[in-house]
């Protein structure tokens, strides 16, 4: 059975860079799509971006190329950078495999909470 | 960007109670709809995929419907357990992955 943690810093600072890391277990991840997508409090899930098993990389415009999606094929892991966050980037952070029938997003980390202030 | 409406935003609804939500893309997006179940504090859980298709170990109460800008997800006898938060999310035009705001089901 896949399973995905997230994990990092629960609380950045603005204006400095947000880092979080995703650890899959059952699974490789040489093989389908590996995204992230965050949650503010109280609100809607929002795709940030994702990493496909041949390193290319897809994001959400909205987030003005803010965002650097890697992968580390040797540890099983990828990796989120946002930088220049602001208290509009406080969510709880997901990460998520996809692909397959419709590009399904069947598996899914926790989450975790990153709190964006001084 | 496709756009993803979703009504009602929240309905309230009795055990054994039969609940349909509905979801409407901007433009069409053939069957690349996917829905989700969010538990208070979880991570979303895939129930349908390809706006029909019942994600393996999803109770058969569940079931989609739809195709192009048009979809549906039906609770056939709600139980206690699915008293939760359902996304919508369309995967055909990418970037961006959307999702639906949301429907909340509550208990009346």
């Known amino acids: 059975q896949v399973q995905l943690q997230e994990s990092g810093p629960g609380l950045v600072k603005p204006s400095e860079t947000l880092s979080l890391t995703c650890t899959v277990s059952?699974?490789?991840?040489?093989?389908?799509?590996w995204s992230w997508i965050r949650q503010p409090p109280g609100k809607g899930l929002e795709w940030i971006g994702y990493i496909y098993h041949s390193g290319s990389t897809n994001h959400n415009p909205s987030l003005r190329s803010r965002v650097t999606i890697s992968a580390d094929t040797s540890k099983n892991q990828f990796s989120l950078k946002l930088r220049s966050v602001t208290a509009a980037d406080t969510a709880v952070y997901y990460c998520a495999r996809h692909g397959r029938e419709a590009n399904k997003f069947d598996h899914w980390g926790q989450g975790t909470l990153v709190t964006v202030s001084s | 960007d496709i756009q993803m409406t979703q009504s009602p935003s929240s309905l309230s609804a009795s055990v054994g109670d039969r609940v349909t939500i509905t979801c409407r893309a901007s433009q069409s997006i053939s069957s690349y709809l996917n829905w989700y179940q969010q538990q208070p504090g979880k991570a979303p859980k895939l129930l349908i995929y390809?706006?029909?298709s019942l994600q393996s170990g999803v109770p058969s109460r569940f079931s989609g419907s739809g195709s192009g800008t048009d979809f549906a997800l039906t609770i056939s006898s709600l139980q206690p357990e699915d008293f939760a938060t359902y996304y919508c999310q369309q995967t055909y035009s990418i970037p961006p992955v959307t999702f639906g705001p949301g429907t909340k089901v509550d208990i009346k």
């Open positions: 390809a706006a029909s």
């Open positions: 059952g699974g490789s991840i040489s093989t389908y799509y």
